[in-house]
């Protein structure tokens, strides 16, 4: 990918999305989505989402990517912003109605531990007998049962609380846990109030714990309004563009969204590493239609490990990854 400039940044933050709709616009677009510190965020208050699709959007924000799943198959979702890897690869476990049409980001050290401070929590020992809350079925869940088994702990050594961030923050304000592992911004005001982050990712990441975030479409809305799709990606690949090319303005926008100071707006979405829509469409990523990159394999080794888990009942072979990864319309918004 060549460096974006400001100036690069900034054309391209203004150029239209489309300059004609093949296929007619739906009336309206159901959109699940999460309230992070991310480029996703510029997109949805700029309202450029909505010009993408071409059609008013109706926000739902949700508790972790599980309940977009359920969504999914009550058909009161049409797209899933940056759901987790995770719950998407339950929910292609199972044959639910959705395929990957996108990538938002590779997690890493974005979403981490954070121990009480007051707790003196120094090594995974010291998480015996405490309590840990997390979003079950969400990305940090799968982080969080990964480090309990790499460190020899389980659930009968720690006390694993099923908690959506809004709660995790109500709880720790109350002294009732001790640790949580969540994403920001729930994650940043826990550490603001009195928390310590407690390093796993690097570890979890080389024993095959990588999480990403993606971008999910139900089969139905995929096959009607393919435009809109193209045009929801090129929308979040505008505010990505402005996320590389002014930084601050971003931050600025980010803040207002996702309700934190611009200041650590820009230190949390330092923290990901957000994908060029050119680049997801590579090996390592969703690949080519017909050849998939290997993020099916990614998919697959997390719903292994949730069938070890007994969160879903079986995993089916790597194809079925492969074959729910659907890059036609990255091809079209990078055109």
Known sequence: MPQLTRRSALAAATLPLFAFRAHAAPAKANVGFFTEAKPTMIAKGQGWFAEGVGAPI?????GSGAEINTAMVGGSCDIGLATGSVATAAGIAQGLPFQVVGLVDNIGPAEEMTVRTAANIRTPADFKGKKVATPFGSTSHFRLLGFL???GLTQRDVTVLDMKPAAIQAAWSKGEIDAAYVWAPAKSKIIEAGGTPF???????????AIADVIIVHND????????VVGFLKAYGRALAM??????EAAKLVAQQAGVTPETAMAEMKAYDFVDLAAQTGEAWLGTPGKPGRFAEVLKGTADFLVEQRSIRSAPAVGAFGSALNSSFLQKAVA
């Open 149 to 151: 088994k790499t460190n």
């Open 221 to 228: 809305f995929a096959k009607s309004h393919p435009d809109s």
């Open 199 to 209: 390093t796993t990712w690097d570890k979890l990441d080389k024993a095959g714990y």
């Open 58 to 62: 109706t926000w739902t924000e949700y």
């Open 243 to 248: 996320w590389r090319g002014s930084p601050e």
